[in-house]
């Protein structure tokens, strides 16, 4: 009984310092909302904040994606980055089009698929140029190989700019 107790305090002991250990590395992490958009950022160390200013679109009872857009990369020193996520069964040869109000629709190519839908990712772009100054963002993008049914969604830009400027301002996570 005695060499068994001693066990257990061992291994009570290595368990309480390996918790400690990964409490000290676990990454904090704090979100904001602004008009349609919200802002989440993780934080792996004191000057370590990473965050995405973004808007989903989901299936209320699934919780299955429509649409996901987020923007990265606004932290100075890093390339501002547009990801636009849509459901699996997108048809990955027509690309994806986007625009911002009246401006003339820009096809993209997919990048990654996964398991909650097919990417694209947008860096240098004069449609993340005019993001923060929009109404609106439209996302068109084909469903199916057959039937190639057209989808269309629209997402307010309400937001954008504050949040854009909350980022930039390394406010987020220091509330």
Known sequence: MHHSNARFVLLAAALALALSVLGHHRAAHAQSAFGAWAISCVAEGPRDTQCALFHRQVIENSGAILLEVQLVGLEVGR??????????GA???????????????????FSTCGNRGCT?????S?????FSEGIELQVTY???V?????VERTVSLFGVQEGIDKIKSAEIGQE
């Open 146 to 150: 057959e039937d190639k049914r057209e």
């Open 126 to 130: 004069e449609l993340i140029d005019r």
């Open 120 to 124: 694209v990712r947008i860096q240098n």
């Open 79 to 88: 390339t501002p980055t547009l990801l636009i996520t849509v459901p699996l």
């Open 91 to 109: 048809n990955l040869p027509d690309q994806l089009g986007a625009k911002i109000d009246e401006s003339v629709d820009q096809s993209f190519e």
């Open 142 to 144: 084909h469903l199916g």
